[in-house]
């Protein structure tokens, strides 16, 4: 009676022990950045507007197994570049909107040092104020990928805090239809390449 009540309890405390040891804990992080934007390509965003430069909050969810998921949510302001005015329309102040899903994957390269790839879809709502309307303004939306990457350096021993600095290549295509599909390509296309900088937090 002895040896089999040892035995349930060696066989209860393997199994219990197995299950902690293979639970899958989901660790969560938010983030704060800075970004630089460039529009590229021939089209008219990057044909007649300056740099987007502005700021992003984000998170993700990442698995033990190093893929996770993510979200930002950005603001980029630029301008018109002198001269273009006529070109780009009466309109300014342009303004752009991004939210980015994506899916992620981490690799470890060392206790300090973290390297993750992302790519996803991304959401965009684009707005410039009429030149010669007080207040008004000319919106569009559109939708696309992205592709990006990102190094992290951990602060603290317990890895709770990091920085990081990334970049990402953002697909965009709006709402714009014209009947000349090259006039409707210029119009509604664009390739963004932006740089990015920020903190990170684990919990």
């Known amino acids: 009676?002895?040896?089999?009540?040892?035995?349930?309890?060696?066989?209860?405390?393997?199994?219990?022990?197995?299950?902690?040891?293979?639970?899958?804990?989901?660790?969560?992080?938010?983030?704060?950045?800075?970004?630089?934007?460039?529009?590229i390509g021939n089209n008219s965003?990057?044909?007649?507007?300056?740099?987007?430069y502005g700021f992003a909050f984000g998170g993700n969810l990442m698995t033990p197994i190093n893929f996770g998921i993510g979200v930002d949510y950005s603001m980029l302001f630029s301008?018109?570049?002198f001269g273009k005015?006529?070109?780009?329309g009466n309109i300014g102040s342009p303004k752009l909107t991004v939210i980015d899903l994506f899916l992620t994957h981490r690799e470890n390269i060392s206790d300090d040092f973290k390297v993750e790839e992302m790519a996803g879809f991304s959401?965009?709502?684009?707005?410039?104020l009429y030149l010669?309307?007080?207040?008004?303004?000319?919106?569009?939306?559109?939708?696309?990928?992205?592709?990006?990457?990102?190094?992290?350096y951990i602060l603290d021993p317990l890895g709770y805090?990091?920085?990081?600095?990334?970049?990402?290549?953002?697909?965009?295509?709006?709402?714009?239809?014209?009947?000349?599909?090259?006039i409707q390509k210029y119009f509604g296309r664009s390739t963004f390449l932006s740089l990015n900088m920020g903190y990170r937090f684990n919990f």
């Open 85 to 88: 005015e006529n070109i780009y």
């Open 132 to 152: 010669d309307q007080d207040k008004s303004k000319y919106k569009n939306s559109g939708m696309g990928f992205n592709l990006g990457g990102k190094i992290l």
């Open 161 to 182: 805090q990091a920085v990081f600095i990334g970049g990402k290549v953002n697909f965009y295509y709006n709402n714009i239809y014209n009947e000349n599909p090259e």
């Open 123 to 128: 959401y965009y709502s684009q707005s410039n």
């Open 45 to 52: 965003l990057a044909k007649n507007l300056e740099p987007f």
């Open 1 to 39: 009676m002895k040896n089999l009540l040892l035995l349930f309890l060696l066989i209860s405390t393997f199994v219990f022990s197995q299950k902690k040891k293979y639970k899958l804990d989901v660790v969560s992080n938010i983030e704060a950045k800075v970004i630089a934007m460039k529009p």
């Open 79 to 81: 301008n018109v570049i």
